[in-house]
């Protein structure tokens, strides 16, 4: 029996062939000229001019082809720096505050702060979900306006300040998810077992270490494991990408949350302080 007019099976869809997209006219030499003009010197802030010719010169191409790709390249390279500068310095989490969409994990936020690695995944993904918004709603919408006192940059910028503690949760999300399970009484008890290279790990119980670190981020999960497994610390400040002091540092900050630890070493830090043997 026929398929009856507008049936919409399996079949009749795989009767309809694709619409292949219009291709992108090529940039003119004159097209070349106005880009370059615009693009402006490496780093440089472009004037408001030079946005505006940009603006018109992407439009006039439909927002598509070589003169869009090489545009938004360097709008994105731009705020990925601002952005990691940002994060690093505090000023973006700061801006997020002011703007009514706060990010409040300072434990996370350290982390971010100081690996290098997790900045760029973070800003990575951001620009992944913004780029795309920021061609649709700022360029083709006409939600930019060349005479609206925000340049480009500062427009994209803007919104991946906004979108910032969406990606943050997620990218934390994923860390407690991921993170090592040192919580589990089994895997805890052996610290005071093991011969650790770090002595401050025999001045405790497991649950006392179970306790500070259900509050810890999870680059302290690394460094505990790591130490208890005995690691050298060139080998954990290269595992979680920052410097060897950087990690000692981090390790530091944690044992002085723990009383006992605290206590037993008058500086807080259970790595400069021990006996002959290099064990207490």
């Not at 650790?196 to 259900?214: C, N, S, Y």
Request: proline fraction near 7%; hydrophobic fraction near 35%.
């Amino acid at each position: 029996m026929p398929e009856p007019p507008g049936s919409t099976t399996e079949s009749a869809q795989a009767a309809v062939p694709d619409v292949p997209e219009k291709p992108s006219p090529p940039l003119s030499g004159d097209g070349w000229r106005r880009l370059m003009r615009d693009l402006g010197a490496p780093r440089k802030k472009r004037t408001a001019e030079q946005d505006r010719g940009l603006f018109e010169l992407l439009r006039q191409y439909e927002f598509r082809g070589p003169a869009y790709d090489i545009v938004m390249d360097n709008l994105a390279g731009a705020a990925r720096r601002i952005m990691l500068a940002g994060i690093r310095n505090g000023s973006v989490f700061a801006e997020c505050a002011r703007i009514g969409r706060p990010v409040t994990d300072e434990g996370m936020i350290a982390l971010l702060q100081e690996d290098a690695g997790e900045r760029e995944e973070v800003v990575a993904e951001l620009l992944a979900v913004c780029v795309p918004r920021f061609k649709r709603y700022a360029l083709v919408d006409g939600g930019w306006k060349p005479n609206g006192g925000a340049s480009l940059q500062t427009f994209l910028v803007g919104a991946l300040v906004r979108e910032l503690p969406n990606t943050f949760r997620k990218w934390a999300r994923d860390h407690q998810r991921n993170k090592p399970g040192l919580t589990d009484p089994s895997r805890l008890s052996t610290f005071g077992r093991t011969p650790a290279t770090d002595p401050v790990l025999h001045a405790v119980t497991a649950d006392q270490i179970e306790r500070a670190l259900a509050g810890a981020d999870p680059g302290i999960h690394v460094i505990a494991e790591m130490i208890r497994l005995g690691y050298p610390w060139a080998e954990i400040a290269q595992a979680l990408g920052i410097g060897e002091k950087a990690a000692q540092q981090r390790w530091t900050r944690f044992t002085r949350k723990i009383g006992k630890i605290g206590k037993s070493d008058g500086n807080g830090n259970g790595n400069d302080e021990s006996d002959e043997g290099g064990q207490r």
